[in-house]
């Protein structure tokens, strides 16, 4: 098993940032990829950027420019810093952990709620 802990969201004005955290613990050895998905109120949870022990990165369309997902392996953990929010960024970001870079795994944080005033 594997747990991941997320930490870092609140509220923000737009065009103003924020850096989420995501500590992953357990069985780590089974993880290669972790990103960050975000759902808001009546829609499909969808992804924002993911990583690989690789480095390799992916991201949605809409971050794109915006928001940076980076990883430290010695810590297990997580990062994704989001610049230049705006009020559609608002969602419940949740973290992700498994096996495939453009694929959601099985392990899930939490969540942390992101809002962005306009």
């Known amino acids: 098993q594997v747990q991941l802990v997320e930490s870092g969201g609140g509220l923000v004005q737009a065009g103003g940032s924020l850096r989420l955290s995501c500590a992953a613990s357990?069985?780590?050895?089974?993880?290669?990829?972790m990103g960050w998905y975000r759902q808001a109120p009546g829609k499909q949870r969808e992804l924002v950027a993911a990583?690989?022990?690789?480095?390799?990165?992916n991201y949605a369309d809409s971050v794109k420019g915006r928001f940076t997902i980076s990883r430290d392996k010695a810590k297990n953990t997580v990062y994704l810093q989001m610049n230049s929010l705006k009020p559609e960024d608002t969602a419940n970001y949740y973290c992700?952990?498994?096996?495939?870079?453009?694929?959601?795994?099985?392990?899930w944080g939490q969540g942390t709620q992101v809002t962005v005033s306009s």
């Open positions: 990583i690989n022990s690789g480095g390799s990165t």
């Open positions: 992700n952990a498994g096996p495939l870079l453009r694929q959601y795994g099985n392990y």
């Open positions: 357990g069985s780590i050895f089974s993880i290669n990829a």
